[in-house]
């Protein structure tokens, strides 16, 4: 009984950290997912979430704890929106690694970038959202 008593604790404290980096890690894969799949979306320039843009479907889409105080943002690295340039989604979101104590804030980052390949109707610029920040939940660092 003894023994028990002095590795409880320590065994506890390994679960709790084994279960809170589960949890992180859940929400990196879930962010680079989202991140991915907008910047898809955003190169072919379709939005099938319409009448939501993208990154309000990226803020929706996963749980009500990733809901709350997500950056998404899509912007465009060279300068332009032609096709050929690239569009870059940034993803960002903080979370409290022991919710229940509100400690131990770990921020997750995702990022896909990739090149526009097309721009829908022989337009100018991408229709499904505007990379001018206009659009944006939050402000991307």
């Not at 929706?60 to 105080?69: L, P, R, Y």
């Not at 104590?101 to 997750?108: A, E, K, Q, S």
């Amino acid at each position: 009984m003894t023994e028990f008593a002095l590795i409880l604790p320590v065994f506890i404290f390994i679960v709790l950290g084994l279960l809170a980096f589960g949890r992180v890690f859940w929400y990196w894969l879930d962010a680079n997912h989202l991140a991915n799949e907008t910047a898809r979306w955003a190169v072919v320039d379709r939005n099938p979430y319409a009448p939501q843009t993208l990154q309000s479907h990226v803020r929706n889409s996963s749980t009500v704890e990733f809901h709350n105080n997500v950056k998404v943002c899509i912007d465009f690295p060279d300068g332009a929106s032609d096709v050929g340039n690239r569009v870059r989604v940034r993803i960002q979101k903080q979370l409290s690694a022991v919710p229940l104590l509100g400690i131990g804030t770990i921020d997750v980052d995702a990022s896909s970038t990739m090149r526009i390949e097309r721009i829908a109707d022989g337009g100018t610029a991408p229709t499904t959202f505007k990379g001018d920040g206009t659009q944006d939940v939050g402000t991307c660092s």
